[in-house]
């Protein structure tokens, strides 16, 4: 008999990328997609599932009066698909406090910027504007402060002379395709938990000074 596979939901709003790398590498991994949805009705992540035969939905954040009903029509749908994790992968709305405490400990994001640095938008643009040498892509537990959850793992990448922000941004990508299907295996094999929101593997608590190492396991 089939060892039963931990059941995720992804969120998305655009291209789905990591998606893809999400579909492509459960298909020998210890996780199922169970579900994409989508609060942007064009994502091209939509086409991606469909393309898998994953169940999708679209949920506009548009046609809802007030983030607080979309957030409550998304937490209801998700309920109803009953996924043991949620997988933010490029979904570009905040989650208000009912959401997360609803899911508390099974929501992951990823994020392009080695937090704490670079919390929301153009994070790539911002790295090379800060003369940073380094960048790279963070995945986290979600809580209600933006982009602020226990970290779990990072990936870094060199920033280059004359970077633009879109090749930063595609080489930070090759690194988040790599680092969240391992994170969501680590998630569905049950060694990463949130406890009293610290992020856990095998027990030891994460802390920013070995994330970067946990990432190569
Ligand atoms: C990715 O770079 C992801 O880290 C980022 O959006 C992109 C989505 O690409 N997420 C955020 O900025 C969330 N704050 P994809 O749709 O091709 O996976």
């Excluded at 959401?99 to 099974?106: A, L």
């Amino acid at each position: 008999m089939e060892t039963p596979r931990c059941r995720i939901v992804v969120l998305i709003s655009g291209n789905g990328s990591n998606l893809q790398a999400l579909i492509d590498s459960s298909r020998a991994s210890n996780f199922k997609i169970v579900a994409v949805i989508s609060n942007k009705p064009e994502a091209y992540g939509l086409q991606r599932a469909k393309h898998e035969d994953i169940p999708t939905q679209i949920i506009d954040h548009t046609t809802f009066e007030s983030r607080t009903k979309f957030d409550k029509a998304l937490a209801d749908t998700v309920e109803d698909i009953n996924p043991e994790l949620i997988v933010l992968a490029g979904f570009m709305r905040i989650l208000g406090n009912s959401f997360v405490m609803r899911f508390k400990g099974r929501i992951l994001n990823i994020h392009p910027s080695l937090l704490p640095k670079f919390p929301g938008t153009n994070t790539h643009k911002r790295a090379i504007d800060s003369g940073d040498k380094e960048h790279g892509v963070s995945v986290h537990f979600v809580t209600s402060e933006l982009d602020g959850g226990p970290l779990i793992a990072q990936e870094k990448v060199p920033v280059l002379k004359d970077d633009t922000p879109q090749a930063l941004a595609a080489r930070v990508l090759e690194k988040e395709h790599i680092i969240y299907p391992k994170v969501v295996s680590w998630f569905a094999s049950g060694r990463l938990k949130m406890k009293n929101n610290d992020a856990m593997l095998d027990d030891e608590k994460l802390l920013l000074s070995n994330v970067l190492i946990q990432s190569q396991k």
